[in-house]
């Protein structure tokens, strides 16, 4: 069975600082990841996505996320925090780009002045 | 196009009354996912339909839980009769199966309040 682990709860980063959210799966094939954020109140943005190729993938709002098959990781980064980044972050994996995802439990990130 | 639409986004009731929630996929979309998530349990897939037709129903907690596609721009989830437990805030996505690089696009979710 499939499963996303999303070790931190929450994190608290510093306005300008950088940022690394976790993200550990188990998949029996190759898997199909994703992170997506949430705001208050809102729906699921997809923020990237890694399907095949190159292992570092760039996504909006200056996210990037590198796979790491030795490592069953897809860790979601941004070089420079800004305080709209506050939100929750969830990771996924599928077994394709359009079928059923399992999440994790999520990421609350918090920012910092 | 608008997106994902679900409705409502807010819903209130009493425990023992039914409750039904809507959503619009995306047009040319023609697979749809009913989420519910908690705090407890995060987010769980409770139905997955592929052309209107219910391929994996394995989340639906209970009998009480029933969703229908009866065509490929309208969804519902109808809970009867609701419990507090079901409190939570419902999703729906869709997606193109079949295309290349695609993804889920999610609603903005319809948050229940069972008291």
């Known amino acids: 069975a499939q499963s996303v682990t999303q070790p931190d709860i929450h994190i608290t980063v510093s306005e300008g600082a950088s940022l690394e959210l976790r993200c550990n799966y188990s998949?029996?094939?190759?898997?199909?990841l994703f992170w997506y954020v949430q705001s208050p109140g809102q729906g699921l943005q997809l923020l990237l996505k890694?399907?095949?190729?190159?292992?570092l993938v760039q996504g909006i709002k200056g996210f990037e996320a590198e796979f790491k098959r030795s490592q069953s990781s897809f860790n979601l980064r941004k070089p420079s925090v800004h305080w709209s980044d506050a939100a929750e972050y969830f990771c996924?994996?599928?077994?394709?780009?359009?079928?059923?995802?399992?999440f994790g439990k999520g990421t609350m990130l918090l920012v910092s002045p | 196009d608008a997106g994902v639409i679900q409705s409502p986004r807010h819903e209130v009731t009493e425990m023992g009354q039914e409750v039904t929630l809507r959503c619009k996929p995306i047009?040319?979309?023609?697979?749809l996912f009913w989420y519910r998530q908690t705090m407890m349990r995060g987010l769980e897939l409770l139905i997955y339909?592929?052309?209107?037709?219910?391929?994996?129903d394995s989340g639906m907690p209970e009998d009480r839980f029933s969703a229908k596609m009866p065509n490929a721009s309208f969804s519902t989830l109808k809970i009867q009769p609701s419990e507090p437990r079901d409190s939570a805030v419902y999703f729906c996505?869709?997606?193109?199966?079949?295309?290349?690089?695609?993804?889920?696009?999610f609603g903005q979710g319809t948050r229940l309040t069972v008291v």
């Open positions: 996505a869709s997606s193109a199966q079949g295309a290349l690089n695609t993804e889920a696009f």
């Open positions: 998949y029996g094939a190759t898997p199909y």
């Open positions: 890694y399907f095949s190729g190159d292992t």
């Open positions: 996924a994996v599928g077994p394709s780009g359009y079928s059923t995802l399992t």
């Open positions: 047009s040319g979309h023609n697979s």
């Open positions: 339909f592929n052309n209107n037709v219910p391929i994996d």
